[in-house]
């Protein structure tokens, strides 16, 4: 596609419930990139892939917190009982290599625990 | 890992002014440096970025410097606009981009 494109836009989600991000990179982009963006703060690094591999989760701040890419190409981040904590812009951003060629960040996703 | 400190956290202009975000950064092996407007709601989109292996690139009225020796790096806007009203990121790449706390400009017209 033309860009990254992220789903739901908006998500709200009571505590203790399960929520899904789904990312769709630039179609042949191998780098895939979760951060999570707290209201008036940077963008803080969750996890990294190239290709289907996970080559670091360092960020990912619980086991609650849970990513993948299968096939290389769309990633889901999944977060288990979701806690008021974890309310949030979740951003993704791919890169053809790398990430040294800059990254395209989709819209992300505004997640609510209430 | 990587650390990024970025200042000011708010920076308030007149219009026409030129406006000067720093960043230092702490791992030495850091090659590359994006920089990354966001306005409200919206994503962050790269304005310009440097590599190590120059001192300085610009792109019109946006600049940035780099000295490795030292390790930072600053953004610079001449002739700023209304429209250049968002909150700027630097960053620096290691395994990935690592990004400073973001710097609020405000262009008064």
């Known amino acids: 596609g033309a860009g990254v494109s992220q789903s739901p836009r908006y998500k709200v989600a009571k505590r203790g419930q399960d929520v899904a991000l789904r990312c769709d990179p630039i179609?042949?982009?191998?780098?895939l990139f979760w951060y999570q963006q707290a209201l008036g703060q940077g963008p803080e690094f969750l996890t990294y892939?190239?290709?289907?591999?996970?080559?670091?989760k360092s960020g990912l701040p619980s086991d609650r917190f849970f990513a993948e890419r299968p096939e290389g190409s769309v990633s889901t981040l999944k977060i288990q009982r979701t806690q008021q904590e974890d309310s949030a812009v979740y951003l993704c951003?791919?890169?053809?290599?790398?990430?040294?060629?800059?990254?395209?960040f989709g819209s992300g996703t505004r997640l609510t625990v209430v | 890992g990587e650390n990024v400190e970025q200042h000011p956290s708010t920076l308030s202009v007149q219009e026409g002014d030129s406006a000067v975000i720093k960043c230092t950064y702490s791992?030495?092996?850091?090659?590359?440096f994006p920089w990354y407007k966001q306005e409200l709601g919206k994503r962050p989109q790269l304005i310009i970025d440097?590599?190590?292996?120059?001192g300085e690139k610009k792109d019109q009225r946006i600049a940035v410097t780099l000295n490795k020796t030292a390790k930072h790096f600053s953004l610079h806007i001449t002739e700023t606009q209304p429209e250049d009203s968002a909150v700027y990121f630097c960053?620096?790449?290691?395994?990935?981009?690592?990004f400073g706390s973001g710097t609020r400009l405000q262009v008064q017209p």
């Open positions: 951003a791919s890169s053809l290599a790398g990430g040294a060629d800059g990254y395209t």
């Open positions: 179609s042949g982009h191998v780098s």
């Open positions: 892939f190239q290709n289907e591999a996970q080559l670091d």
């Open positions: 791992d030495s092996a850091s090659n590359y």
């Open positions: 440097i590599r190590s292996n120059v």
């Open positions: 960053a620096a790449l290691g395994r990935a981009l690592t």
